[in-house]
């Protein structure tokens, strides 16, 4: 099994109005044998182009890319032995669904029994028995992504790439596919790297997630990792629902924070005590943690509530701040009407402290 | 760059094949039109502008360059208004689709027939002996020769020019953009004035560029039925050098052709790369229910779309009519004659013609998909001087390609004139550009992700185009197969320059019958170059529709994404 190492990896184009643009910019990446590792982010922030310099469709302007022990940086996509799954599919069209799997098989010479035996097996894994003389036109979305996935792993490649592989399905399969991309990729134990803008799509299906913003890695980490230890506002604000809160640190002590936000002290256990007294920050606190209620805690104003079943999501206006509040199986008693007062008490624990931008 | 250069090198196959088309290019569109200059600009061997200042201080010359202005100008406006109002009427008065079908096979005739036939027709039906001047209405002597009947006979071949360019873009300025203005309560006609005509008018200039270019280019019509009251630039070169054997006067005559055509050509250019003629996005919705034109109006259309079609009918039944009868206006007997003429003496001329569209078929329809896909998917330098290069014999005018020829391959060292090679070379670098079009716009069609899925896949960039993108561009290859097939057959405005004893054409002989008045002959190869090209034409259409490709591109397959 073959790990991926990127080492400061750039890409340059030359853009009509704004001239050289770096696409991606000194991007460092390890992913382990293996593991799958979703590039996550928004659209333009580099992560395709970093999987094509994977793929070898285009070629770093900088930096170094290393398949396993072998430096593939200026190795044709031809001869990188890559899996690659494209959003929009990419089958041939003119080829039938036996063809487009043995495509690969038939361009490394394997004998036509051994093709055969090849395509049936994996058209079985991906359960697409007795498709094979159906041409792509013919087939659904879904099958079409199962056909381009047969495709890419028929040939036993080292690594297995996706761009983006279940956007153009609808949301009920594109649950059910990345449930099955998931247990493939574990199943074959193949190393994998996973393009996406959808988190929640991120979350589900990777070991560990790189988040990139402007062509730069923010910050590597599990889904838990990034959702409870951001480690910047972007990647706060990216991954799941998010409140801000402006602050000033009052004091530090070991383990803990004295903050004063919006003229109330509150003190937060706080292990990443990279701040100092008198500093600005903003406090990153998820909607679910803040509780509501009567009693003590800062007044605020209901000004928007939304019942979702399982859930109530409140925003509630404290000291001219907007805060997002999420309670999830609240009691039926417990309502809180459009214009109410409230009062609103944030959590001690579980607080990020980040610098503002 | 330093990537650029890294990758060809890289890729010897590309590095190969570039360095080959450069070296084609060079020799069949830079060598000849370079020769042509030289000859123009030169007196005994020494650069001077003597010749070409001779040749202008001609008053001949003079006023076949005013002639060739004003005749293109006509025929550009009548014609696109022709035609604008045969896509309107097939765009927007719900015409029953049979009479669709009458129109578009009507307005096809034109475009696949031998250069001379509406002129021909035209003497049939208005010359001296015509059916209408002559039989119908009793005139005697009359003259049809001069700027109406070239301009009539030019508009009638032309204008469906500006129908097929008319017609996609009224269907995407669509119902829906009318219905608006409707609903926001304007009236028809103001509709059509504030909506449909300003959205509509960057296809009209098109058009009008089009047909511009081909009246300028054009030599049979005129060579037919202008007659010496009306000369034009394209008839006096011929003449100059077939007739007074003045290479040099010829020479600097064409190129007064080029600029006239270097401006249409500079023009189209910098509007299309500055995208005026992106067609109108947004749904063209179904067949809206509201009327764009009033009843009468619509009548009013209708009916001068059928005459015009009823007309170019009627001149193709005299054409046919005439093959078949000894002597047209003379002796209305039935006969074969003319066809066993053309059969027994015309022999060499239909096998000449047929062994020379064999041979370039193929090479033009692989060259036209080989240099449409470098220019659309490849990386290399000279890319963009490539594509316009390839460019430049279908863009200029017939004339100066084989006066070009003619003064390029006469003597070595690539003496090629009386081999069928020079007309070879002629047809493939002249007519596949239409080829490398129709390929960089299916390209762009289809997504680069599925050449990318073959190299994923291990295939290297010869497999790739071998196994993906050429049977994806079969579509592309066929109608550049079509196209070099049909100008093989009709074309004569350069090839006129380069047949030989060995090698003629049937165009050329049709020119002759011509001259030696054997107008029964001329009508027969006529009837018969139509009837071959539609047959081919039918064959290649359908086999078109049989491609797995091309029924993948209208299931819109591999479309989009990235």
């Known amino acids: 099994m073959d790990g991926i190492h990127i080492k400061s990896v750039s890409a340059h184009f030359r853009h009509q109005v704004k001239g050289d643009v770096a696409a991606v910019r000194d991007v460092s990446l390890d992913v382990r044998p293996g593991e799958l590792m979703t590039l996550l982010g928004p659209s333009g922030c580099g992560k395709t182009t970093t999987l094509r310099m994977i793929a070898g469709f285009q070629e770093p302007s900088a930096g170094k890319i290393f398949i396993g022990e072998r430096d593939v940086t200026h190795t044709e996509a031809n001869e990188r032995n890559i899996g690659f799954v494209f959003q929009n599919y990419a089958l041939f069209p003119h080829l039938s669904v036996f063809e487009n799997v043995a495509y690969g098989l038939k361009i490394k010479r394997m004998d036509g029994a051994e093709v055969a035996r090849a395509v049936t097996d994996v058209l079985a894994l991906v359960g697409l028995v007795s498709y094979e003389r159906q041409m792509p036109h013919q087939l659904s979305g879904g099958e079409q992504q199962r056909v381009a996935l047969a495709r890419a792993i028929v040939i036993r490649p080292r690594v297995l790439l996706f761009d983006e592989p279940l956007s153009n399905l609808d949301a009920k399969l594109r649950t059910q596919m990345r449930g099955e991309i998931r247990e493939l990729q574990r199943r074959l134990g193949i190393t994998a790297v996973y393009v996406t803008h959808d988190q929640e799509e991120a979350m589900a299906i990777s070991d560990r997630i790189a988040v990139m913003n402007k062509g730069v890695i923010e910050q590597i980490g599990t889904a838990e990792e990034l959702y409870r230890r951001p480690a910047s506002v972007f990647v706060a604000r990216f991954i799941g629902r998010s409140n801000l809160i402006e602050a000033t640190v009052t004091a530090v002590s070991p383990g803990r924070v004295e903050l004063s936000i919006a003229g109330r002290l509150h003190v937060i256990e706080s292990a990443n005590a990279e701040v100092r007294s008198g500093q600005t920050v903003l406090a990153n606190v998820r909607p679910e943690a803040i509780a509501i209620g009567k009693g003590d805690g800062s007044e605020g104003i209901v000004k928007v509530c939304t019942y979702l079943g399982e859930k109530m999501e409140y925003e509630i206006e404290v000291a001219g701040q907007m805060l997002q509040i999420v309670r999830f199986n609240p009691p039926p008693a417990e309502r809180f009407e459009l214009g109410a007062a409230v009062r609103v008490r944030l959590p001690h624990e579980g607080v990020q402290l980040l610098a503002s931008d | ?562």
Not at chain 2, 277 to 283: D, H, L, N, Q
Not at chain 2, 343 to 362: N, Q, S, V, Y
Not at chain 2, 411 to 416: E, I
């Open chain 2, 1 to 562: 760059m330093k990537v650029v250069r890294a990758r060809i090198v890289r890729d010897p196959a590309l590095l190969v094949t570039v360095t080959v088309l450069w070296l084609l290019l060079a020799l069949f569109v830079i060598y000849p039109l370079l020769m042509l200059a030289g000859t123009a600009f030169a007196e005994d061997g020494r650069p001077a502008l003597g010749p070409l200042m001779s040749v202008l201080a001609k008053p001949g010359t003079q006023r076949a360059f005013v002639n060739s202005l004003l005749l293109g100008t006509l025929v550009g406006i009548i014609g696109t208004v022709l035609g604008f109002l045969f896509a309107f009427t097939v765009s927007r008065t719900n015409l029953p689709p049979a009479w669709v079908r009458l129109i578009d096979a009507m307005t096809l005739l034109p475009l696949i027939s031998p250069p001379f036939t509406t002129s021909i027709a035209f003497i049939f039906s208005f010359g001296p002996r015509g059916l209408i001047s002559y039989e119908l209405l009793g005139m005697r002597g009359t003259n049809v020769y001069g700027l109406t009947s070239t301009l009539a006979a030019e508009v009638l071949t032309y204008f469906p020019i500006a129908y097929l360019t008319l017609r996609p873009v009224l269907a995407a300025i669509g119902g829906n953009l009318e219905e608006m203005a409707f609903s926001l309560g304007s009236s028809r006609l103001h509709a059509f004035r504030t909506v449909t005509l300003p959205l509509a008018l960057p296809g009209l200039a098109n058009a009008f560029l089009l047909l511009f270019a081909a009246s300028l280019a054009d030599f049979a019509t005129p060579l037919i039925l202008a007659g010496n009251t009306f000369p034009v630039l394209p008839t006096e070169a011929y003449l100059q050098i077939i007739g007074l054997f003045d290479l040099k006067g010829g020479a600097a005559m064409s190129l007064l052709l080029l600029v006239p055509a270097t401006f249409v050509y500079v023009v189209q250019r910098v509007w299309v790369e500055r995208g005026y003629f992106v067609t109108i996005s947004g749904k063209s919705g179904a067949q809206s229910a509201i009327r764009s034109v009033t009843p009468a109006a619509r009548v009013a259309l209708i009916f001068l779309c059928l005459a015009v079609a009823f007309f170019i009918g009627y001149l193709y039944a005299l054409l046919l009519h005439a093959s078949l009868v000894v002597a047209f206006g003379a002796n209305h007997a039935w006969t074969l004659a003319h066809y066993h003429v053309i059969f027994t003496e015309g022999r060499k001329a239909i096998t000449d013609t047929m062994i020379i569209a064999l041979i370039g078929m193929p090479l033009g329809g692989f060259y036209g998909v080989l240099v449409g896909y470098l220019v659309a998917r490849r990386e290399f330098a000279g890319r963009a001087a490539m594509e316009i290069v390839s460019m430049i014999n279908y863009a200029l005018p017939g004339t100066i390609v084989g006066i070009a020829y003619l003064i390029a391959f006469n003597d070595p060292p690539v003496a090629l004139t009386g081999t069928a090679l020079i007309i070879i070379a002629c047809y493939v670098f002249r007519y596949s550009p239409t080829g490398i079009r129709t390929t960089v716009a299916l390209l762009h069609q289809i997504d680069r992700s599925l050449e990318e899925a073959s190299k994923s896949l291990g295939a290297r960039s010869v497999t790739t185009f071998r196994r993906v993108t050429l049977p994806l561009v079969m579509p592309a290859f066929f109608a550049g197969v079509g196209v070099v097939f049909i100008r093989s057959m009709t074309a004569i405005s350069a090839t006129i320059f380069l047949v030989s004893i060995g090698w003629t054409l049937i165009t050329v002989r049709i020119l002759e019958n011509m001259t030696e008045l054997s107008l029964g002959p001329a009508a027969a190869f006529s009837v018969f170059v139509i009837v071959i090209v539609m047959a081919v034409t039918t064959c290649v259409n359908a086999l078109l529709r049989r491609l797995p490709a091309a029924a993948a591109e209208q299931a819109q397959w591999g479309v989009g994404g990235g």
